[in-house]
Each structure stands twice: as C-alpha cells, then as structure tokens.
Nanobody
Framework: QVQLVESGGGLVQAGASLRLSCAPS????????MAWFRQAPGKEREFVAG????????GYTDSVKGRFTISRDNAKNTVYLQMTSLKPEDTAVYYC???????????????????WGQGTQVTVSS
C-alpha cells in the first residue's frame, strides 16, 4: 500500500517562499510519475506541477511558471515543490499525487494518479 505524506505548508505573507515535500512509502518511488495539485475552497482540484520518474519531463500550470519549481530526489524518496513570490491566489490545500509506472511523462489530469496524500494547507496573506 503506497502512502504519501506532504509537509511544509503554512501561513505566509505575499512575496514569501515555501517548500513543500512529499515522501511516498510502500513502493518503488523511483518509477512513479509525481505531481502537485491544489484545491481552493469552492473550487475543483487543479494541476500545479508534474515530474516524470526520471525528472526528464517537467511541467507547470501557467499561473505558477517562473515562481514554482518541482524536483525529486529518488535516493531520498522525496518530491519537492519550491514556491517563491507567493500570491494570495496561491492559497489552497496542496496535494501530492503518484502514478505507478508513469513512463517518461507526467499527467495533468488528477484521474491519472493512483495515490494521494492528505494535503497540506498553504495560506498566503496580502
């Protein structure tokens, strides 16, 4: 059974930075495509960033390009989301998703991911 545990969320002011971490367990993490999604109150879960198992394929939603960076350390079994220049509209619960044997890509559709963490709250005040 794969379990994902997110950490690193918090309450910050606009312009600040945060780094989220996601540590899967119970699986060979290095073969998984990973992604970060977020869900704000009253809104659907949306894709934020994704990374293939090798790190060779990476993508972001337009609203975070240039501000967020996704990365992974397969040796440490951890995927990260470095968030800079945070804005109030980034406020949401952030979820880590994993897809087993994801191939050489990532996916922007949340239905393509097999496992999810419990989420970590990010709140950005103006």
């Amino acid at each position: 059974q794969v379990q994902l545990v997110e950490s690193g969320g918090g309450l910050v002011q606009a312009g600040a930075s945060l780094r989220l971490s996601c540590a899967p367990s119970g699986a060979t993490f290095s073969t998984y495509a990973m992604a970060w999604f977020r869900q704000a109150p009253g809104k659907e879960r949306e894709f934020v960033a994704g990374i293939s198992w090798s790190g060779g394929s990476i993508g972001y939603t337009d609203s975070v390009k240039g501000r967020f960076t996704i990365s992974r350390d397969n040796a440490k079994n951890t995927v990260y989301l470095q968030m800079t220049s945070l804005k109030p509209e980034d406020t949401a619960v952030y979820y880590c998703g994993a897809r087993g044997y994801g191939g050489s890509t990532y996916y922007t559709d949340s239905n393509r991911y097999d496992y999810w963490g419990q989420g970590t709250q990010v709140t950005v005040s103006s």
